[in-house]
């Protein structure tokens, strides 16, 4: 069975960082597009980030282009989101997700797995 588990949320300050983690297990993990989704309370899952198997590709959504980061490490099985200059707006749930196609897709629909997500809090 396909396993994403996020971690690295928590409470910052705006203005501060965090980096969220996502390690995969029982995945051809090197095969697959992943991406960053969040979703904050009484609105739906919207795109953060994606990253193409090999890597040289990513895709930011324009309210965190320049401010998020995201990279994979497929030898570990990782994915990552350095996340700096944090704004209260970036409050959410923040998903991993893994596509199979490869698509690079900003939408939720496309993506094989998921995982249970990590909070993060951005206090002003």
């Known amino acids: 069975q396909v396993r994403l588990v996020e971690s690295g949320g928590g409470l910052v300050q705006a203005g501060g960082s965090l980096r969220l983690s996502c390690a995969a297990s029982?995945?051809?993990?090197?095969?697959?597009?992943m991406g960053w989704f969040r979703q904050a309370p009484g609105k739906e899952r919207e795109f953060v980030a994606v990253i193409r198997r090999g890597a040289a590709n990513t895709y930011y959504a324009d309210s965190v282009k320049g401010r998020f980061t995201i990279s994979r490490n497929n030898a570990k099985n990782t994915v990552s989101l350095q996340m700096n200059s944090l704004k209260p707006d970036d409050t959410a749930v923040y998903y991993c997700?893994?596509?199979?196609?490869?698509?690079?897709?900003?939408?939720?629909?496309?993506?094989?797995?998921w995982g249970q997500g990590t909070q993060v809090t951005v206090s002003s």
């Open positions: 997700a893994a596509d199979r196609s490869s698509s690079a897709s900003q939408y939720p629909a496309d993506y094989d797995y």
């Open positions: 029982r995945l051809a993990f090197s095969s697959y597009a």
